[in-house]
């Protein structure tokens, strides 16, 4: 079968390289892809969020399988697009549904949904521009730290944390002033959670669900979680702390009563869900669900993924998810991210990059790269590559992802030298 894969980051580069892995997949097409793409399959000019270019290629490339890395077209409905047109019948389109995608377009909608089904998360209230005076009273109920959350997709730029209630309350005027645009025209207000973060995943076909390997990502830009947030600047898996016990729980508690909600509310979802989850002393609560893979947690989920993917999303878009397994490498992977110099704020784009030498067991995924005029390899984002290693003790996966990342080159590389070290110290 041809497949399409949308999308152009790391993530998407950790699955064109699993789906490619897969004697299934015949042709597979990056849209629009990035340099490390175009090695694992085709790249193709298209606007993902142009649904009828999409279909447009869809129809002239024979393809059999459509799957959504972010999450902007599934918000705005490109999943609906093609499963309500007959001559598509036969493509299997891996996302939720516009309405199910709302669990990641709407932190309302996700907040409303977890307290129908019972699901351990924060207590919130939301607030709109006619009620922001409740909500500053709201606000001095509260103990600090604040968590204020732009009800729409900020990407990750919504959520603000505040210690000082004078702060929280001007933030709030502001958000609902229209700091955040149409996102912030609805806000969260909620409890803050203490404890430790986790990224959690299932694929789910609204039904049946298999879990997919948890992973541990680190957001900030600084060494120790310090600075500005970021994509993403590595990441683990498994995670130390999230044990047998503590994904139990994760299970019985918060993905089992989430895909029964999907169920009982007649969502149409077969697709990854993520949960982000804060472990507050072995109890998991959600802070958010993403209706998507992690970046970079994919980065070290799917090398981890045994299985062949491209029959699990096959039987995910079937409903047939009950009879999948799911084999996983019992190894750690750990993953390294390299940036250019003065991201997230300003950087520069278009230097050329020395790839190093490959090493064993370690795949280097691309972020943001590009080919230019010449057809050499250079930065064309912040997040630019990132080494993934495969090892039977973290401290090994680290050492090799890291010895990876040091024979790359280019003027301005950056990268955090304490990727997993938190966990490490938590072992010990
Ligand atoms: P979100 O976009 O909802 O994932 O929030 C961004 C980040 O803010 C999360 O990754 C957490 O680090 C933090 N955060 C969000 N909600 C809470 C909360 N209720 N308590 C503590 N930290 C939070
Ligand atoms: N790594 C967090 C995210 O993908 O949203």
């Given at each position: 079968m041809n497949i399409l894969l949308l999308g152009s980051g790391g993530r998407e580069h950790a699955m064109a390289a699993k789906l490619a892995?897969?004697?299934?997949?015949s042709k597979l097409f990056i849209a629009p892809g990035n340099a490390g793409t175009a090695k694992t399959g085709v790249n193709v000019k298209i606007d993902i969020m142009d649904f009828d270019a999409v279909a447009a290629f869809v129809r002239d490339n024979k393809i059999g399988m459509l799957v959504v890395g972010p999450e902007a077209p599934l918000v705005a409905g490109i999943v609906d697009y093609f499963r309500s047109r007959s001559e598509f019948k036969g493509l299997l389109t891996i996302g939720p549904s516009q309405v199910a995608a709302q669990l990641e377009g709407s932190k309302d909608f996700a907040k409303e949904f977890m307290q129908r089904h019972g699901i351990p998360t924060a207590a919130h209230r939301t607030f709109t521009p006619s009620t922001l005076a409740e909500g500053q009273a709201f606000l001095e109920t509260l103990r600090a730290p604040y968590v204020l959350k732009a009800?729409?997709?900020?990407?990750?730029?919504g959520v603000l944390i505040e210690s000082d209630l004078g702060a929280a309350k001007a933030s709030l005027a502001e958000m609902l002033g229209?700091?955040?645009?149409?996102?912030?025209s609805r806000v969260v207000i909620e409890e803050y959670l203490d404890g430790i973060e986790l990224s959690v995943f299932a694929l789910t076909d609204g039904h049946h669900y298999v879990m997919m390997p948890a992973a541990k990502d680190y957001k900030r830009i600084?060494?120790?979680?310090?600075?500005l947030n970021t994509g993403g600047m590595g990441s683990v898996s498994?995670?130390?702390?999230?044990?047998k016990a503590f994904l139990k729980r994760v299970e019985d508690r918060i993905v089992k009563p989430t895909v029964r909600g999907l169920r009982e509310e007649k969502l149409d979802y077969r697709g990854y869900i993520f949960f982000g989850l804060m472990n507050c002393g072995g109890d998991p609560y959600v802070i958010e669900y993403n209706v998507r893979m992690g970046d970079p947690e994919s980065e070290s989920v799917f090398p981890r993924v045994k299985s062949d993917l491209v029959d699990l999303l096959e039987r995910c878009a079937h409903g047939m998810l009950d009879r999948a397994i799911l084999t996983v490498d019992q190894r750690t992977a750990a993953c390294v991210m390299m940036v250019a110099g003065g991201y997230p704020e300003r950087y520069a784009k278009g230097a050329l990059i020395d790839l190093g030498t490959d090493a064993p067991d370690t795949q280097l995924f691309h972020c943001g790269t590009a080919l230019d005029d010449e057809g050499r390899l250079v930065t064309a984002g912040g997040r630019v590559l990132c080494a993934t290693a495969l090892a039977d003790t973290l401290p090994e996966a680290l050492l090799k992802s890291y010895n990876r990342v040091e024979s790359i080159g280019w003027e301005g590389k950056y990268y955090r030298r304490d990727i997993g070290q938190d966990l490490l110290k938590m072992m010990v």
């Open positions: 892995q897969s004697p299934r997949c009800d729409g997709l900020a990407a990750g730029k229209g700091k955040f645009g149409e996102a912030g600084g060494e120790g979680d310090t600075g498994p995670v130390p702390f999230a044990d």
